[in-house]
């Protein structure tokens, strides 16, 4: 089983890809983990944000495969960390596909996106830039695994 976490577009702003290759590395040492960037775009001035959610939406369930997708969503669940960390763990008692976490472009994910998701996530009910939210995502994931395995990182 291996977490992915796929984004539509690179990270480019260098303090947020500082933070996600800190975080990536450190959930090796738990998990197979890989971050998968789809590129952006290329001249979608002339297309509606229907049209680019679809184009982008075609990439995303592509590069997802089989796997089971969870969509980082603003209309998603909000999950205290620890709670988060108890999801994880189900995951990985299942065993099986591997696990697919979506971020996705400005305008959100196509119908067809939504219906493959097995799950939404909300990281907050505050909204986040799509660079930032790729970091502040890995550092949780990082942090479910150390109170998974009962590491001193997080503090309750």
Same mark, same amino acid.
Request: proline share 3%; charged share 25%.
């Given at each position: 089983m291996k977490?992915?976490?796929?984004?539509?577009?690179?990270?480019?702003v260098p303090w947020v890809r500082s933070g996600l290759d800190l975080y990536t590395s450190r959930l090796q040492h738990y998990v197979k983990f890989e971050l998968r960037e789809i590129p952006e775009l290329k001249g979608v001035s002339a297309l509606s944000e229907e049209q680019i959610k679809q184009k982008e939406g075609t990439l995303i369930?592509?590069?997802?495969?089989?796997?089971?997708?969870? *969509? *980082?969503d603003e209309h998603g669940k909000e999950f205290r960390s620890v709670d988060f960390a108890a999801q994880v763990q189900k995951l990985m008692n299942r065993g099986g596909k591997d696990i697919v976490f979506v971020i996705g472009g400005a305008y959100g994910f196509s119908p067809e996106v939504y219906a493959k998701a097995s799950g939404k996530i909300s990281l907050s009910k505050m909204t986040f830039s799509h660079q930032m939210v790729r970091t502040i995502f890995a550092e949780q994931l990082y942090r479910a695994f150390t109170?998974?395995?009962?590491?001193?990182?997080?503090?309750?």
């Amino acid at each position: 089983m291996k977490f992915i976490l796929l984004t539509v577009g690179k990270t480019d702003v260098p303090w947020v890809r500082s933070g996600l290759d800190l975080y990536t590395s450190r959930l090796q040492h738990y998990v197979k983990f890989e971050l998968r960037e789809i590129p952006e775009l290329k001249g979608v001035s002339a297309l509606s944000e229907e049209q680019i959610k679809q184009k982008e939406g075609t990439l995303i369930l592509k590069e997802a495969g089989d796997a089971e997708m969870f *969509l *980082l969503d603003e209309h998603g669940k909000e999950f205290r960390s620890v709670d988060f960390a108890a999801q994880v763990q189900k995951l990985m008692n299942r065993g099986g596909k591997d696990i697919v976490f979506v971020i996705g472009g400005a305008y959100g994910f196509s119908p067809e996106v939504y219906a493959k998701a097995s799950g939404k996530i909300s990281l907050s009910k505050m909204t986040f830039s799509h660079q930032m939210v790729r970091t502040i995502f890995a550092e949780q994931l990082y942090r479910a695994f150390t109170i998974i395995k009962g590491e001193p990182y997080h503090h309750e």
